[in-house]
């Protein structure tokens, strides 16, 4: 009986640990919060793939973001266009509004629409980011050197942006985590 009274009282543990883990069901950072609201704002939206970001809801439930299980900080934005179609494009530009993401690991951007623009340049002070995924999402102008603070990057995918040029490849020699596609 005493067994059984143990295997119970574990089973209940394990059911509480389980639900704190669910990522939506985490408290998410409230500048964080406010922080992708505003990127949001800064971005036209036709398909709707932000819907869920709203006040009413915790960041971490919201599609596209995903958060630390322990703290409930933002650290992967995948925001890539899922269908490569213009119908689900996001559109605009980008808001600096991303510097509040301080635990920022990952972000996908690829296949979106920019319109040409640069790349900001404040997105060379994003240092926690180890992957950075800007393929075909319409940036044109000079790639910023400051992407060469990056020092954690491991990916970098800037490929499929006509009229985006390098005058000069000195800053991707401080990317000395860049890992090589072979």
């Not at 574990?10 to 950072?29: F, G, H």
């Not at 009413?56 to 900080?73: H, K």
């Not at 992957?131 to 790639?143: D, H, K, T």
Request: charged content about 15%; glycine content about 10%.
């Amino acid at each position: 009986m005493i067994m059984r009274n143990s295997e119970l009282i574990m089973v209940v543990l394990l059911l509480a640990v389980l639900s704190l883990c669910r990522t939506n069901s985490l408290a998410c950072n409230e500048r964080e919060k406010h922080a992708l609201l505003q990127f949001k704002q800064s971005l036209t939206d036709p398909a709707n793939r932000l819907s869920s970001w709203s006040l009413t809801e915790g960041c971490c439930g919201w599609a596209g973001v995903r958060c630390d299980n322990v703290s409930g900080r933002v650290f992967e934005l995948h925001l890539g266009n899922p269908k490569d179609s213009d119908t689900s494009t996001l559109v605009g530009k980008l808001s600096p509004a991303l510097l509040e993401l301080e635990h920022l690991k990952f972000l996908n951007l690829s296949l979106n629409d920019f319109g040409g623009t640069p790349i900001p340049s404040f997105l060379g002070s994003m240092s926690s980011l180890t992957y950075l995924n800007l393929w075909g999402a319409s940036f044109g102008g000079l790639v910023p050197h400051l992407l060469g603070n990056l020092s954690s990057l491991r990916q970098l995918y800037l490929g499929g942006n006509l009229g985006l040029y390098v005058d000069n490849f000195s800053w991707i020699s401080l990317l000395s985590s860049l890992e090589s596609n072979g």
